[in-house]
């Protein structure tokens, strides 16, 4: 028998890369940095794999199926989300598909209470006043540069999976009063309770009954939903009407669940009180002159939610191991249900 071809879109971490080379039964063909590969390039090598091992910003459609053939069996995503993935097209062809959602919940989740406490403390404006030699003419005052306080708030979660639960497990020792969540049942319990704080918690964790009581009680909304028809833009500008005047807005998951020109507005006409974000619409072809940037009480950072050493060792091997799973037929680390 041939060796089954499988195609890998990037170089990987050293652990990864070595699980991968020791599979000897495969012809393995693989672009050969670790920068983003030629879409022509998957288009032609893609022609008779029975396995691609791809990254988010790699997009997996029909396209790129039907220059694979019937061959394909599994898609290997180096990802939480799968978004970039023709989801209808790969369960018409009976095709698997392995994700990495577990790897990066601590990473995420710590980057969440980051970017929380910067846009309360206005850490991205007053960096800016440093960086840009403003310091010697701020003269000290009692309301310089103040902020809202993270103890005795109400968080809410808009989404409510295992990253927003390690997030709420971290904010806990803060002295957060309350937690509302908001999943696609309104108003029902959360399905897993992954840490133990919903029933067993030092504070009351609720569900909200719809998106107007998350927004209107909540002094930090975490936004940590998938993106989906119905999530498009779910944060507008009539849900920024809702939330308080304090209120910070956090978007760890997808830039398009947040419309963007709406959070401009609600900073500039001070209908909440600041952002913080590793996600934006349209990314990452954000330039200097982007709205958002020019609003002082925004932080914006460049996707990097996963970004700690051992996270992206963990979803590179994960990676490597779901696609030689899927092609042996046995169970994946992790796999999107069909």
Partial sequence: MSPRKVVVTRQLIEPAQKLLEAASDLELIQWPTDQPCDRSWLLEQAKGASGILLMLSDKCDKELMDAAGDTLKVIASFSVGTDHVDR?????????????????????ADLTVMLILMAQRRAGEAMGKVLTGQWPQMPWSPLLMTGPQIRGTTVGFLGFGRIAQATLQ????????????????PGQPAKEDHYGLLKEGSIPVSPASDWKQLAAESDVVVVGCALTPSTRHIVNSEFFHQMKKLAVLVNIARGPVVDTDALVSALETGDIFGAGLDVIENEPNIQADHPLLKQPRCVLLPHVGSANIETREQMAVESVKNLLAGLKGEAMVNEVEP
């Fill in 88 to 108: 209808e097209a790969i369960r018409e062809r009976k095709i698997r598909l392995g994700y990495t959602p577990s790897a990066l919940t601590d990473a995420v």
């Fill in 170 to 185: 971290r904010l806990i020792p803060f002295g957060i009063s309350k937690a509302l969540y908001l999943t696609s049942k």
